[in-house]
């Protein structure tokens, strides 16, 4: 299907590069993805939310595709609290009003850090691996040797060594991480293909190696984003109408997450798909059908 180029729009650290479908005056839906993904990811959902009147936004994360920064002297942070950040600068730069937030991976952990801090800001959301946002903490304690397997890029991207690696083979880690990650789907080399042309961003490898060290403890954040962070090492509650979802075949999330349904205090369905870690390329329209029962939620 043909596709029209991306828009840009510049918010406080970044020019924003995103696809934009349905009806200008549309219901807003956002929808945002992970790592290493692209925009492509939700293709079929923004088709399908676009057909029925909302106005569907799909940007390009930092480090990812057209999106780049603003000026050379900013620190090319992959923290939760720049890229949560993001999300919500781009909802204001876009004057959109209360839009229902939809992610997964990356964009997942960015859209449940807007819910969190910015519950205002947000009409609802629709989260992959229900609350996840980062405890920073119990990232530096062991895990299962079984999800540690799993987790060896995170390892990888600890040394200089595996900064070299996705620098040089950023491509050959992608394919090998969809193919673990979503032992179930069978993906075309055209379809990854047209994903990896988003990793050629002069600040892909920056910002990947950053989100990872920092996560574990062994790069600091922007100082900057440290409030932030500090708010959201409290674990605040996700107030807002949300639909979790869980995909019964991701390697990433073994036994699933329902026992997040704590923390959300809104309005809140949990689901479970036979499905592994992509679950709007695996699953297309779940995101759809989800969004739509948060919409039900908010009139």
Same mark, same amino acid.
């Given at each position: 299907m043909s596709q029209n180029p991306p828009r840009l729009i510049d918010t406080e650290f970044l020019r924003v590069a995103y696809l934009e479908e349905g009806p200008s005056d549309g219901w807003p839906v956002v929808l945002v993805h992970g790592f $290493?993904?692209? +925009?492509?990811?939700?293709?079929?959902?923004? !088709?399908?939310l676009a057909a029925i009147g909302a106005r569907v936004i799909r940007p390009y994360v930092r480090g990812y595709g057209p999106t780049r920064f603003l000026s050379d002297?900013?620190?090319r942070s992959g923290q939760q609290a720049a890229r949560g950040l993001d999300v919500v600068q781009l909802i204001t %730069? #876009?004057? #959109?009003t209360r839009p229902i937030l939809g992610g997964f991976d990356w964009g997942g952990n960015a859209c449940?850090?807007?819910? %969190? #801090?910015? /519950?205002e800001q947000v009409g609802g959301l629709v989260s992959y691996a229900s609350y996840d946002i980062i405890d920073v903490e119990q990232q530096r304690s062991a895990f299962a040797p079984s999800l540690e397997r799993v987790c060896w890029y995170q390892h990888l991207f600890q040394s200089e060594r595996g900064r070299a690696c996705l620098q040089e083979s950023r491509v050959e880690i992608s394919r090998l991480l969809w193919r673990e990650w979503s032992p179930g789907w069978t993906f075309?080399? =055209?379809? @990854?293909?047209?994903? =990896?042309? *988003?990793?050629? &961003? /002069?600040? @892909? +490898?920056?910002?990947?190696?950053? =989100?990872?060290r920092c996560m574990h403890?062994? %790069? *600091?954040?922007? /100082?900057m984003f440290e409030p932030l962070e500090n708010r959201l090492a409290g674990r605040p509650p996700i107030t807002v109408p949300s639909v979790t979802i869980d995909g019964a075949a991701d390697p990433l999330k073994p036994g699933g997450t329902l026992d997040h349904a704590r923390l959300f205090t809104g309005p809140h369905e949990h689901r479970t798909l $036979?499905?592994? !870690? &992509?679950? $709007?390329?695996e699953a297309p329209g779940a995101f759809t059908e989800a969004v739509m029962t948060v919409r039900t939620w908010q009139t």
């Open positions: $290493p993904y692209d +925009v492509h990811a939700f293709e079929a959902d923004a !088709h399908r002297r900013t620190i %730069a #876009l004057q #959109l449940c850090v807007v819910a %969190a #801090l910015w /519950p075309d080399m =055209a379809t @990854f293909d047209r994903t =990896a042309r *988003a990793f050629d &961003n /002069p600040d @892909f +490898v920056e910002v990947v190696i950053h =989100a990872y403890g062994h %790069a *600091a954040g922007d /100082p $036979p499905v592994g !870690h &992509n679950v $709007p390329q």
